[in-house]
């Protein structure tokens, strides 16, 4: 099960991952909470775990994160597809933030 929001919650039974990346912008963009399912799923079409979530929500949070703008919603739009494309393991490694417990 995932939940995306301020903290997105996602749970496989057995542990629960708390993910504090993104940006209130994402909120404000139409289509970011499709994005996020489609790369979870893609994630899913990988491997079939609770990391596989962890991952999708981390990359859109992430570059969420680096996309934001005070010029609108549409310079954001453009920076987060930008980003989703090249992000670099670096970018991501530094600005993660999420935390799993057992349950």
């Given at each position: 099960?995932?939940a995306?929001?301020?903290t997105?919650?996602?749970?496989?039974?057995e542990?629960i991952?708390?993910?504090?990346?993104g940006?209130?912008?994402?909120?404000?963009l139409t289509?970011?909470?499709c994005l996020?399912g489609?790369l979870?799923?893609c994630y899913?079409?990988v491997?079939?775990?609770i990391?596989s979530?962890?991952?999708?929500?981390v990359?859109?949070?992430?570059?969420?994160?680096?996309s934001?703008t005070?010029k609108?919603n549409g310079?954001?739009?453009?920076?987060?597809?930008?980003?989703l494309?090249?992000i670099s393991?670096?970018q991501?490694?530094?600005?993660?933030?999420?935390e799993?417990k057992?349950l």
């Amino acid at each position: 099960i995932l939940a995306s929001g301020e903290t997105d919650i996602i749970t496989d039974g057995e542990s629960i991952a708390y993910i504090h990346n993104g940006t209130p912008q994402l909120t404000q963009l139409t289509g970011t909470g499709c994005l996020l399912g489609a790369l979870c799923g893609c994630y899913l079409s990988v491997e079939q775990s609770i990391n596989s979530l962890i991952t999708g929500c981390v990359m859109v949070g992430v570059c969420g994160q680096l996309s934001e703008t005070e010029k609108g919603n549409g310079s954001f739009g453009l920076n987060l597809m930008d980003y989703l494309s090249v992000i670099s393991d670096t970018q991501i490694e530094n600005l993660l933030d999420f935390e799993v417990k057992k349950l």
